[in-house]
């Protein structure tokens, strides 16, 4: 999962692309890169880090021009370690391409082997958002047959992409004197957005991966890049857009919802806190259908992402809703800290409990996720340390029982705590009193009940249903078998101390 953004402007972007960033940190914490262009020239910047870390002020100044694109890096394919996978990617022919992807192809190997083969391309990385953007490259050279570029010719090219391509992808690109380029895959698995602001010296564009870079830069959201749909704006300004996929999915992914996107964004003309407000209704709704013997006297969220659920949980439950942990921002990122012991430790560095809050007490601890569980048990710990008298856990999403393949870089299926292990089990694991999970029909309620166009979610996580169809044992095996092989190099990707993934660092949406 990645943070994408791409600026078309009256003035320079350099300032307006990292602000952007900035907002969309929460989407990818291990590197960052912007690239302008200026009158037929391409600047670039990008480095392994904190957008904070590795833009300073000489780098700034370096990145000249009125139209750029930016990107802000978690890893889901390639290593982490390698500064040189940073994005975006470049390639000078034809006509000079820059790409900054989010998502993860399912066929990079199979497109690596083709245009090795075939299109006589080189691929210097282990990241497939380099092989999409070679792909990319070779689709605008054929549209174009040597003669000049022009709109058609680009949407051919993205059609050529879609045909080839499989998995999940938002992309935002620069065609060297001609304009920027975002496209979205056939299912609109990862988000995308355009934005438009109206100013003396005429129209400003903005693609963006959430709605909150708008809000924060000042644009007006126009409206989501539908699956399939190629945009594409000029260096005059001028707006272009086709459908390139000749058939569509709308399957948003439902992690979006629960976890991964801000709460103050818009995807897909759903209210990510409206969602996960809703979320919160549902799962009381179960509570009081499965465990009506359960008394409780006190809803406490798990900081950040589960707060909306936890306050519609208490409010339909009828109960009180208190702050039990306050969450200190400053510890740095406690994933790459290697061993259990260490993680338990990060666990009780970033969050204290307010005993008072616990002391005698019966409480409901609600999270919006349980992904490996380290955290959760921890948690559940810490609450019966502070004084709880019963220890109940509500998940806001079902249980997480397979990988993600569409750039989530979530755990292996035998890491996961709910993998094999039936919801007693997990329970015992974790050391709750009481577990209960959202259903995932009511999640799915929860999202559609904001849109009901939304018709299909890709929710692979919770049930193995790959909506893409082309995921088979096979390459579910190598994915994971991959991840053994760069674990070591990587460090523990996968597990903060709450035993999630922690794309929302230092953010309000910290989880």
């Known amino acids: 999962m990645c943070g994408i953004l791409g600026v ?71 290593s982490a370690s390698h500064a040189a996978e940073a994005q975006p990617f470049y390639v000078n022919s034809p006509f000079g391409l820059l790409l900054a992807h989010n998502g993860n192809l399912t066929n990079s190997e199979a497109l690596k082997r083709e245009m090795f083969l075939s299109d006589l391309r080189h691929i210097n990385t282990g990241s497939d958002s380099e092989v999409l953007l070679n792909v990319l490259a070779h689709e605008l050279q054929a549209s174009c047959n040597g003669l000049k570029l022009d709109e058609d010719a ?17 992309v935002v690109a ?23 602001k109206d100013t003396a010296d005429g129209t400003e564009w903005l693609v963006a991966s959430e ?5 924060v830069l000042g644009f007006k959201l126009l409206r989501d890049v539908a699956p399939g749909e190629a945009v594409l704006i000029d260096t ?5 857009s086709r459908q390139c996929a000749s058939k569509t999915v709308q399957a948003p992914c439902m992690f979006e919802f629960v976890y991964l996107a801000r709460p103050d964004s818009i995807i897909d003309g759903v209210s990510v806190y409206e969602s996960r407000m809703k979320m919160g209704e549902y799962l ?19 900081p950040d992402s589960s707060r909306p659920s936890a306050m519609q949980m208490a409010e339909r439950l009828g109960l009180p809703f208190r702050e039990g942990f306050v969450k200190n921002r400053y510890i740095g990122r406690t994933f790459i800290m290697p061993g259990q012991a260490t993680r338990k430790k990060s666990v009780r560095q970033k969050l204290n409990t307010i005993h008072q809050e616990f002391r005698g007490k019966s409480v409901l601890l609600v999270d919006d996720s349980i992904v490996r569980g380290t955290t959760s048990k921890e948690i559940v710990n810490m609450a019966r340390e502070a004084g709880a008298a019963k220890v109940y856990l509500a998940s806001a999403a079902p249980p997480v029982r397979y990988a993600n393949v569409y750039g989530i870089d979530m755990p292996t299926r035998g890491e996961l705590i709910a993998s094999g292990r039936t919801e007693d089990e997990i329970c015992r694991e974790i050391g709750a009193d009481g577990l209960i999970y959202q259903d995932l029909d009511d999640l799915k309620a929860s999202v559609r ?12 996580c919770f049930d193995g249903s790959y909506v893409t169809g082309d995921i088979t044992t096979e390459y579910l095996n190598g994915v994971e078998n991959q991840r053994g092989e760069l674990k070591p190099s990587r460090g523990d990707l996968h597990d903060d101390e709450d035993g999630q993934l922690d794309l929302n660092l230092a953010s309000d949406t910290d989880n």
């Not at 003035?11 to 952007?20: A, E, K, M, T």
């Open 154 to 170: 680009v949407f051919r090219a993205v059609a050529g992409v879609h045909r080839r391509c499989r998995g999940a992808y938002a």
């Open 236 to 240: 005059q300004g001028n707006f272009h």
């Open 8 to 78: 078309v402007a009256t003035s320079p972007v350099n300032q307006l692309l990292y602000d952007g960033l900035q907002v969309l940190q929460h989407r990818g914490q291990d590197a960052a890169g912007i690239a302008t262009s200026e009158g037929g020239r391409f600047h670039m910047h990008k480095g392994s880090g904190l957008v904070r870390d590795v833009f300073r002020t000489r780098n700034m100044r370096s990145l000249e021009g009125n139209w750029g694109i930016g990107h802000v890096r978690y890893p889901t394919a390639g």
């Open 211 to 215: 709605s909150v870079a708008l809000d």
């Open 284 to 302: 009381a709704d179960r509570m009081k259908r499965m465990m009506p013997q359960v008394e409780i006297d006190v809803v406490i969220p798990i």
């Open 449 to 460: 009940a904001l849109n009901p166009a939304i018709s299909l979610f890709e929710t692979s």
């Open 174 to 196: 620069m065609i060297a004197g001609y304009g920027l380029l975002g496209f979205r895959d056939p299912y609109g698995i990862r988000p995308m957005v355009i934005g438009r």
